[in-house]
């Protein structure tokens, strides 16, 4: 197609449905710049006033709220300038980033960069959300039109209380809604820009740039999946949350299946990003940490901070998301002033140290010197001195040496001596012994008779072990009783506190083990695997390993098939199940044992769980940790185990054996895992996932109890 006469194409920067961005050069001024076109002609009837256009019209109103970005010169945000109408085109010039998108950035390096790239881009784009959402108003804001108050202390400026910043703030910002990793540049110079807010229209309806419609649906907030018109703050934070996680993990969270179609590609995104916990950024950047560096071993790399900020960008309910980009960018930069400053702290710490040693050895010299002074003049009586010492000490030892000849030459009654000391000892371990035996014989007439039976006695309060072909496991009885359940000052769906009352039961000491699932279904954890991730890694294998890649209902076949195979080991009326939420955080905090803990065990983690500090990116052996008060092991950390209940809020009334409500979408999972923080590992922390999940974090425990 010819090109504009007042310009010269350089390049062809990119294409979408309604829209185009070319690089070129103005003929007349010579400057560089990026220009976005829109393929569709405006005048469209012959004498038709192009400017009356609507089309234009709505171009021109889109413009004019993203101009306003300009007006602060942000240095991460793509400016644009006048839109203009040119041989019957809309377009607009756009400055030019020489660079590349993060996207194609990150694919060049393999899908992994260096953390401290990571963190950058993080503190540069959230700089550029902060001013979309909040900051943009002081550079926008007009004393007539807004109606503003001049300053009582200072005329030349205008009077901005909290309400009036508030209003300010809600009439100018600008919510980007189409955040994705294909709309952040990386500059030459590794520096990012934010561009693309969405010039691209049709008629009334904005089309987002993007690869597919209605948005990069891999990053889309879970709430515009059921409502593509909601325009917020929190959901420009879950778009940004994708791309951090990304960036650093080096691939999205919820990839788009090729394999199926689009339809059915976006159902199952949706499910997603509404219902599903996002993999552990840890264990998917080292998978393709080892993938560039072959044979080389990954250590975790990057501040636990910044996994905590991706994590809370990309929560499912918008409200516990960071308010909006000045938020996030805040948090940001504490983290980052925070890390930069503990170096400087150390060798601040160091130097201090170093000048008090460096005083006290001055000091001591000083001491020295003194003593030395003195010396010199005492030298003469010193040696003196010495010399008579060392004589007396030579008289001394001649004299004890004399006597010590002529005590050996004398011993009287020696040979009688001896006997009578032999004979003192006789009579002394005499007595001893018919003590000991006279009251060994009054002990052991107080001992009661053994019952003959005493092995057969069926009491709950013991711990019960059962075999599956040779695979032993034990259940540890829990004495039932009343508690709170629940964290006030933990996660929304932890409160309130309410209070239940559980019935006896038995809990599994371990995690269901990788050979006792396999004795009962006659599946290993390969298979397990390959349901779900055909040649994928593996999260710790062995006999005695967490049973991990088992959905809720594969548990529940599990608990079935193990009660049909040990029946004839079952106590009367017992059966084997997964826990209800009641009795695992029961269990969890101690039972009747409790010593009110944040872990369970402990207030230590380390001590008592696997978690993402010291797990190693995997699984680990059952029984490695202390125990709880119950002997329980590993309720925090190794594995999310799966209860009986579908998730729901709690309510505050009292309950006795709750069992969850009777339907839902989502099943409750228990305790954190090994690819947790050390909050997710918290013993009142829920997690929730549908049924049908299978995950390399998620396992489960057993529970018997009466039917």
């Not at 006469?5 to 400057?31: C, I, P, Q, W």
């Not at 002609?41 to 970005?69: S, W």
């Amino acid at each position: 197609m010819p090109f504009l006469k007042e310009y010269t194409m350089l390049d062809e920067l990119g294409s979408g449905g309604f829209a185009t961005v070319y690089k070129v050069r103005h003929n007349e001024l010579g400057y560089i710049r990026a220009v976005r076109m829109l393929k569709e002609n405006i005048a469209t009837k012959e004498g038709e006033d192009p400017q009356k256009n609507p089309t234009y019209q709505k171009f021109l109103r889109e413009c004019k709220v993203l101009l306003r970005l300009g007006n602060g010169n942000h240095p991460n945000i793509v400016h644009i300038y006048q839109p203009r109408l040119l041989e019957n085109k809309a377009l607009v010039e756009m400055d030019y980033v020489d660079g590349q998108d993060i996207l194609h950035y990150l694919k060049q390096n393999q899908n992994f960069v260096p953390a401290d790239e990571v963190i950058r881009m993080a503190l540069q784009m959230s700089s550029a959300l902060a001013y979309c959402h909040e900051d943009i108003y002081r550079f926008c804001m007009d004393r007539d039109a807004d109606k503003l108050k001049d300053d009582p202390n200072d005329g030349s400026k205008v009077f901005v209380d909290d309400q009036t910043r508030k209003r300010l703030i809600e009439k100018y910002k600008v919510i980007h809604n189409d955040i994705h990793s294909g709309n952040i540049m990386r500059r030459e110079d590794g520096n990012f820009v934010l561009l693309d807010f969405g010039l691209a229209i049709n008629g009334d309806e904005v089309v987002r740039s993007s690869r597919r419609r209605n948005g990069a649906p891999e990053f889309k907030a879970p709430e515009k999946w059921t409502d593509e018109s909601i325009l917020t703050e929190q959901s420009d934070i879950y778009s940004f949350g994708v791309v951090l996680y990304q960036y650093l993990a080096g691939r999205v969270p919820f990839p788009y299946n090729t394999g199926v179609s689009s339809h059915m590609a976006e159902f199952q995104l949706a499910e997603a990003h509404q219902k599903e916990l996002p993999p552990s950024i840890e264990t998917v950047r080292k998978v393709f940490f080892e993938k560039k560096f072959e044979g080389q071993k990954y250590n975790k790399d990057y501040p636990q901070w910044l996994e905590d900020v991706i994590m809370k960008c990309l929560l499912k309910n918008p409200v516990e998301r960071f308010r909006n980009g000045k938020e996030i960018y805040d948090t940001v930069k504490k983290c980052v002033e925070q890390m930069h400053a503990e170096p400087l702290q150390k060798m601040k710490n160091e130097c201090d140290r170093l000048h008090t040693e460096l005083d006290a050895l001055r000091k001591h010299a000083n001491e020295l010197e003194s003593i030395n002074e003195q010396l010199n003049h005492k030298e003469v009586d010193e040696v003196e001195h010495l010399k008579q010492e060392l004589t007396q000490t030579k008289n001394d030892r001649e004299r004890l040496e004399k006597r010590v000849h002529q005590l050996e030459k004398v011993k009287p009654n020696g040979g009688k001596n001896k006997w009578i000391a032999y004979s003192l000892l006789l009579v002394v371990f005499t007595c001893v012994g018919l003590v000991w035996y006279s009251l060994s014989d009054k002990t052991k007439s107080h001992v009661e008779p053994k019952s003959s039976n005493t092995a057969n006695v069926d009491s709950l309060q013991q711990t019960r072990s059962f075999a599956v072909n040779g695979v032993l496991f034990k259940m540890i009885f829990v004495k039932g009783g009343t508690f709170k359940m629940g964290c006030d000052s933990g996660g929304e769906d932890e409160r309130p506190l309410n209070s239940v009352t559980v019935s006896d039961f038995y809990m599994g000491e371990f995690e269901v083990t990788q050979s006792l699932w396999q004795e009962v279904m006659g599946t290993n954890i390969y298979q397990q695997r390959d349901k779900e991730y055909t040649g994928g890694p593996m999260f710790g294998v062995g006999s005695n390993y967490p049973m991990y890649y088992v959905s809720h209902t594969e548990a529940e076949e599990f608990c079935e098939q193990l009660n049909q195979q040990v029946r004839n080991q079952l106590p009367s009326g017992y059966f084997f199940t997964l826990p209800t939420e009641a009795q695992w955080e029961y269990a969890a905090k101690g039972g009747d044992k409790s010593k009110s803990y944040t872990y369970s065990g402990g207030n230590h983690l380390s001590d008592v769980g696997w978690y993402d500090n010291n797990s190693s990116a995997s699984t680990n052996t059952v029984g490695l940790k202390v125990p709880n008060e119950l002997g329980l092991y590993d309720m925090s950390g190794n594995v999310w185990e799966w209860c009986a209940d579908w998730y729901e809020s709690y309510s505050s009334s009292e309950k006795k054996d709750p069992m969850g409500p009777s339907s839902g979408l989502y099943r409750v999972l228990r305790g954190g895992s090994w690819g947790s923080s050390a909050s997710g590992c918290r013993i009142t922390r829920r997690g929730y996932l549908s049924p049908n999940s299978r995950y390399n974090y998620g396992g489960f425990r057993l529970v018997l109890a009466r039917r």
